[in-house]
């Protein structure tokens, strides 16, 4: 539809601004978390919480806490979804039922949001503001915290395992970071049409004498931070193809923006933080790559519409908006599966099957694509991690990072966490296929059915949240599967990411030496790419070709 | 150092859980009240009419009175009758259902979706008098949300003749309206050129004898 030269300038803008922000707010994020002082609303916060921000914890201590609070947060969500009739600012909404609320519960505090419900059917403002919105910013906020942690085990040197303060780390990821970014953004959105009131809904005549409901609810402060935290839940069913959520392709520019701002940035924080910048230049190069290929297969899909029913139509515009059209809803189809954020502002189910498969792909490179807020940059970490062991092993060397060995049980820990994912991508999904209650949800037979299952397995088990919304995943089975899966994928990788912390910060730093394989090299660069396509085709190739390969080739 | 045990290990995970649920009380009146109230006084003290959803009166002009609203000029409305132009189809409820917004959700070799598709090719091809292979793709494709303000100016272009007609008005005066009501893409580059079907079937209303 639009010409080539479009599609290059929109993507431009973002390029433009994304590398007008990777030094300032890189640099700024790594005082924050390495400044000793706290802003004085903070100490305020902390006497009122009683919890002691200046204890340098060991890991093991910083990853209790972290549980225990996600622990709370799961509680209090679920008991604000299941009671919100009760409470003010309901809005008529009814309370969810249990396997609903046990889903969303787990969904938000994962930083997933997966939505079993329908925004508009379902969630009242109390509990949109005080309860998805909340978890919005803490689950990004604890997302930084691991990925700082784990900068710290690397950059501290015989520290006996401390890794910082989880209620420090928490606090400033929110309040210093997430918070103000959130505010400026929502208020250019309110200024863009997104809505920002605590109306109910009220009936109105339309125009040919129809009648329509107006909507409300506080959706420009829930929309900014839902793209910037990588969370992706949106305020209305139709998420950021919703006119009140996005009603302009200037704001739809800006939420792009937005939700790859903090995972680009966040290599910039590591290279201050360990003390070598070019480290963090060779992890964003890793991530602009990979996150081009996606941008780049996706958006040649979109836009060149192959298929049946784009054939049919002219052009892949089913499920589309008309004023983002396919160049635009590509790109935001390829940056939201590759921050594991959710949101969608085109329909992926309707996506061509080339474009739909790459959505599926890129979620399954695990988060690095630049990954969510934080779990892109540990993730990344690992991947890094297994390249210099796979290169230790071709010259016989014992491989290191950053002057940190990477021993036996180094690795054991790496190679878990690379196994977590693809494990309950491909179990869940066989589960899902095999068992009667899985296949009722599937809507379209044939290879497009196995995708809508592959898919809502692969975003829950990625944290990512967004859908092939065909897939009936209302059932008590797949809110009790896709929770449980949403769960062991968020807090396993990230038990294993703070056991790995609290290892490279009891070792001694070695300096390098000659025979050190540098990790800010092009070559190092082109390494961890391949590793990290590589180990991605090898586990999912059989199952990609059943469903999105089969499709695209018929 | 010894290792936990792991009553130790339990005891502490439940002094961490009641920490953490005083943190995230704290962290909700900040983030889940303060936060959303005062983007609320300030979104509404700035840019109160887009805040409150821009509502368009019955005469096109703004408003912020929901009794005296006829819609909100970004979400789309249902136009059947053939004097009106026509917006996309829409897969919400029976169609611009703000209660249930959002798309098909059928695939890209979805037979089910290329039947639709004919269907509709046809049906506007029959109600305009051109040909089917004139018919541009976001006339016979539903949006994603089902509640797209907008058509592509191809398509309201092909509409013009026979909304003149319907409506008792020249065609160069129907055109016009539609080139008012075309915008391009924002910055010159941004999105797609677009027709807003909400705000040109009003000031249709208010030209038409």
Known sequence: MEPTWIVLAQLGVVVLVLAATHVPLGTYMARVYSSARHLRVERAGYRLMRVDPDADQRWSTYLLSLLGFSLASVLLLYALARLQSWLPLDVGMPGMNPATAWNTAVSFVTNTNWQSYSGEQAAGHLLQMAGLAVQNFVSAAVGMAVAIALVRGLARSSAHGRVGNFWSDLVRGSVRILLPLAFVAAIALIAGGVIQNLHAFSDVSTVAGGTQHLLGGPVASQEAIKELGTNGGGFFNANSAHPLENPTPWTNTLEIVLLLVVPFALPRTFGVMVGDRRQGWAVLAVMGSLWALAVALTTWAEVAGPGLAPAAAGAAMEGKELRFGPAASALFAASTTGTSTGAVNSMHESLTAPGGGMTIFTMMLGEVAPGGVGSGLYGLLVLAIIAVFVAGLMVGRTPELLGKKIGRQEITLVSLYILVMPALVLIGTALAVALPVGRDGISQAGPHGLSEVLYALTSASNNNGSAFAGLGASSTFYDVLLGVAMLVTRFVPIALVLGLAGRFASQRTVPASAGTLPTHRPLFVGLVVAVTVVVVGLTFVPVLSLGPVVESLS | ?209
Do not use: C, K
């Open chain 2, 1 to 209: 150092m010894t290792a936990p045990t792991s009553g130790s290990t339990a005891l502490a995970f439940a002094r961490q859980s009641w920490a953490g649920l005083r943190v995230l009380l704290v962290l909700t009146v900040l983030l889940g009240l303060a936060y959303p109230l005062a983007v609320t006084g300030v979104g509404q003290a700035l840019f109160r009419w887009q805040a409150d959803g821009s509502l368009v009166t019955a005469a096109g002009g703004r408003t912020t009175d929901r009794s005296r609203a006829v819609g909100s000029a970004l979400v789309g409305q249902q136009f059947d009758a053939a004097r009106w132009f026509h917006g996309r189809p829409s897969a919400a409820g029976d169609g611009y259902d703000t209660l249930a917004s959002g798309g098909s959700n059928l695939g890209p070799l979805s037979p089910e979706l290329v039947t639709e598709i004919d269907q509709r090719r046809a049906a506007v091809a029959a109600e305009d008098g051109v040909a089917p292979s004139a018919v541009p793709p976001d006339a016979v494709t539903a949006s994603a949300s089902g509640l797209d303000p907008d058509i592509s100016p191809a398509y309201a272009r092909l509409q013009v003749a026979r909304v003149a007609r319907e409506n008792g008005m020249s065609v160069a005066a129907v055109q016009r309206l539609v080139d008012e009501h075309t915008d391009g893409r924002d910055l010159g580059i941004l999105g797609e050129p677009r027709v807003d079907v909400l705000a040109l079937n009003l000031a249709l209303r208010t030209m038409a004898p």
